[in-house]
């Protein structure tokens, strides 16, 4: 099957269809049929009602772009975009290609950050896990054998002690809030902009993970404005579409202020530099360009 199993669409499952898609058309398959050919080839039952649902809009005589533009919750404006430009020029099947790439590229990158999360997370669960093991079994044990001295315990060793008691006491109700915490924060994060972007800050200043963070974004930045670039997208209309994949508020601040100044007559190299916030390599490469 061209998609996995599951009870929803995702970013992957687009990619698949638009490399899909890409190849038929630039094998000469007229789009109808092509969309037609991926939908029957589609196994997960909401990607293939989505591909329907596109599919009659095309057929209805409606421009790709536009068919794709109903469903933004897939299809981003930048996808939207280089679509309609590949229309109007007539090199749909090229722009096809390049969104293609550009959708394989972001998923092996999404892949590469996992891969490294993974073991400072892992090290955390496990930090966690022997901490929990060592204050419900371990340190009890210890207490009653320091309590069988009759003399006093260290204040620090006290306090290991009550809280050890306090964990086993409590446990169920520490892990409760823990959840509810933890829901609520996502919960919040996707409904209250500001606080999503102190997150964001965040994040870009953490040890270990912002440093993660920070690179994933300057790769998608040049990604996206190297794939408009070449789709011949004008350069504030792209700047505009990076800003929104960018997947950071700290770099679409810096982005759309880029566009800002861009728009007033300075270069993308001065722009750029002036965030303040690009590597040195960045503003190496566009001078070399420039």
């Known amino acids: 099957p061209l998609f996995s199993f599951g009870n929803s669409i995702g970013t992957n499952d687009i990619a698949v269809f638009t490399r899909q898609l890409a190849t038929m058309t630039k094998a000469g398959v007229p789009i109808v049929q092509a969309i037609d050919i991926v939908m029957d080839s589609t196994q997960k039952p909401l990607m293939k009602d989505l591909i329907r649902q596109i599919r009659n809009d095309v057929s209805g005589g409606a421009p790709v772009a536009v068919s794709l533009g109903k469903h933004r919750k897939h299809f981003d404006e930048l996808y939207c975009s280089l679509v309609g430009a590949g229309e109007n020029s007539g090199t749909l099947e090229v722009m096809l290609d390049r969104i293609a790439i550009y959708k394989e590229k972001s998923e092996a990158l999404k892949s590469t950050i996992k891969k490294a999360l993974t073991y400072p997370a892992a090290t955390v669960l496990v930090a966690i896990v022997v901490t929990g093991i060592l204050l419900i079994n371990v340190v009890p044990q210890f207490a009653s054998t320091f309590e069988n001295f009759g003399s006093d315990l260290p204040t620090f060793t006290r306090t290991v002690v009550n809280f050890s008691e ?37 994040l870009i200043k953490a040890p270990v993970f912002g440093s993660i963070v920070h690179d994933a974004v300057i790769a998608r930045y040049s990604r996206t404005l190297s794939t408009t670039f070449a789709a011949g997208v004008p350069l504030v209309e792209a700047l505009d579409a990076t800003a929104t994949a960018s997947g950071n508020a700290v770099y679409e601040r810096a982005i759309k202020q880029i566009r800002n100044d861009v728009t007033s007559g300075m270069s993308l190299l001065q722009a750029t530099r002036a965030t303040g916030i690009f590597p040195m390599f960045l503003l190496q490469e566009r001078q070399q360009e420039s």
């Open 166 to 202: 306090f964990v086993q006491e409590w446990w169920v109700i520490i892990a409760v809030a823990l959840t509810a915490f933890i829901m609520s924060f996502n919960r919040l994060k996707a409904g209250n902009r500001k606080f999503a972007d102190a997150v964001d800050e965040a």
